[in-house]
Each structure stands twice: as structure tokens, then as C-alpha cells.
């Protein structure tokens, strides 16, 4: 019954909001679970103290159930969402689901777009939604280069997109959009060059997607 509420507020917005929602179904629970590994599985850098923890995007929160579940006894968790019928769908769901009550007091949602985040505070894992695809380069350029300023030194970044998304788009756009789409893989491949750590396909997902992890600030620290 939750599922479905939570699946008709999605598509709703896609059809009202297609081009910031970007999706037709929130995330699947392999799709969620290879987002949130890093949440899950303790990182060197980060062992034996509390991790500050940034969602771009959360929508319904599919996702966000994830995280909240892997989250150790002292994170924080704070979530970014621009969408209104999103934000206060997860407000109920933060006051009223059982998933996230063990972690509720360590729960902060900003409704804001990632662009008006304050910078002072610094994240060691960001998990971004965010469906880069259908955004101009600039805004991509704009949004990648806010949460590398966010990742505190050695803090990864893990996003997703689906399989062979921008082929695809690609086969159906005139030419003004392939050259976009171009200057996005441009983009999402100089930032995996060389920082990428991990990479998962999830291939259950609908549809199916890859998951990437970066590391960004280890590869500027090394380099300096
Ligand atoms: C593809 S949906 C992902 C939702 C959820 N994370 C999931 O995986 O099911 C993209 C989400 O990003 C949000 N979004 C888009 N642009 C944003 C921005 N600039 N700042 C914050 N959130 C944004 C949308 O409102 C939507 O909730």
C-alpha cells in the first residue's frame, strides 16, 4: 500500500516534472543497495567515527530507506530535494515510516536544488539521483563541480545512470541535443578518468543501470 502511494507521487511527477525527475519508477532495491555500498561497507578513511552522509535527489526515497538502514549508530544523514510533492512526501515519511525512525533525530531535509546548498559543511559520502541526461552541459558542469566542493578530502561519490542511456537518446534527438549529450559524457568521463574506485551493474534494475563511485579529492591531494 506504501509502494503504491509512493509509485503514484513518482508518477505523477514525472509527467508534471519529466525533465527534473527524470525517471518513470524510483529506484529499485538492487539499484539502492549498489548506490548505498559505501554507506554500508567501512571505508578505511572513514573507520571508527561518525560520517556525514549528502542525498541529491532523494524523490520518494527509495534510496534513502537504503542509506537510513546502513547508516552506522552516529551518522547524519541530510537530504537535498527541489521537488515540493517530493519534500513533503518525505517529510511525512521521515515523521511517520517505521524504516526511518531508528536514525530520525540524524535526518535533516533541505528543500532547496543542490545549486543554493550552502558550502561550509563538507560530506565524506554523497549519493546523488540526480538524472544528469536531461540537463544542458553547463548545469551538469555546474552540479558535478558543486558536489566535488562538498566531498570532504577522500569522500566518494556515488551516482547512477542507466545502460546506454545517452545511445539511446541519442538514436531519437536532433542534432542540437546529440551534441548535448556528447558534452555530457565529455563531462561524466573526465570526472571517472583515473578517480573512479568501484563500479556496479544492476542489471535487475527497471531499466537497468550502472553505478559509479569516485573518489575525486584523492586524485587532486596525490596530485599536489
Ligand atoms: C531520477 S529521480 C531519483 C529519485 C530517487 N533518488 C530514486 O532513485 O528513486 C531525480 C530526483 O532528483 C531531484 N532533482 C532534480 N534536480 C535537482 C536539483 N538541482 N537539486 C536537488 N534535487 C534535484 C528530482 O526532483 C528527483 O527527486
Redesign the pocket.
Known amino acids: 500500500m506504501q509502494r503504491l502511494a509512493e509509485y503514484r507521487v ?1 508518477w505523477r ?1 514525472f509527467r508534471e ?1 519529466y525533465h ?4 518513470v ?3 529499485g532495491r538492487a ?2 543497495r549498489a ?1 548505498a555500498h559505501y554507506v554500508r561497507t567501512a571505508d578505511t578513511a572513514h573507520v571508527g567515527r561518525a560520517r556525514r552522509i549528502l ?10 530507506s537504503q542509506i537510513v538502514r546502513d547508516m552506522r549508530a552516529d551518522d547524519h544523514l541530510t537530504m ?4 515540493d510533492q ?1 519534500v513533503s512526501h518525505l517529510r511525512n515519511e521521515i515523521d511517520t515510516a517505521i524504516d526511518f525512525q531508528p536514525a530520525r533525530d540524524r535526518i535533516n531535509l533541505v528543500h ?4 543554493e546548498l550552502p558550502q561550509e559543511q563538507h560530506y565524506d559520502l554523497i549519493i546523488s ?3 544528469l541526461n536531461n ?1 544542458s552541459v553547463d ?1 551538469v558542469d555546474c ?1 558535478l563541480g558543486k558536489m566535488k566542493q562538498l566531498l570532504a578530502p577522500g569522500g566518494i561519490l556515488s551516482f ?1 545512470e542507466y545502460v546506454a542511456i545517452r545511445r539511446a537518446k541519442a538514436i531519437v534527438s536532433p542534432a542540437s541535443d546529440r551534441q548535448r549529450l556528447r558534452g555530457i559524457e565529455q563531462i561524466l568521463n573526465n570526472l571517472l578518468a583515473g578517480a573512479e574506485v568501484r563500479r556496479d551493474l544492476v542489471l535487475t534494475n527497471v531499466p537497468p543501470a550502472w553505478v559509479h563511485h569516485v573518489c575525486p579529492k584523492r586524485l587532486s591531494e596525490a596530485a599536489s
Open positions: 513518482f511527477q516534472q527534473t525527475t527524470g525517471a519508477l524510483p529506484s539499484l539502492s548506490l542525498e541529491v535527489g532523494p524523490g520518494t526515497g527509495a534510496v534513502t537535498v530535494e527541489r521537488n517530493f532547496s536544488g543542490l545549486e539521483g540526480l538524472p540537463f548545469l552540479l547512477f
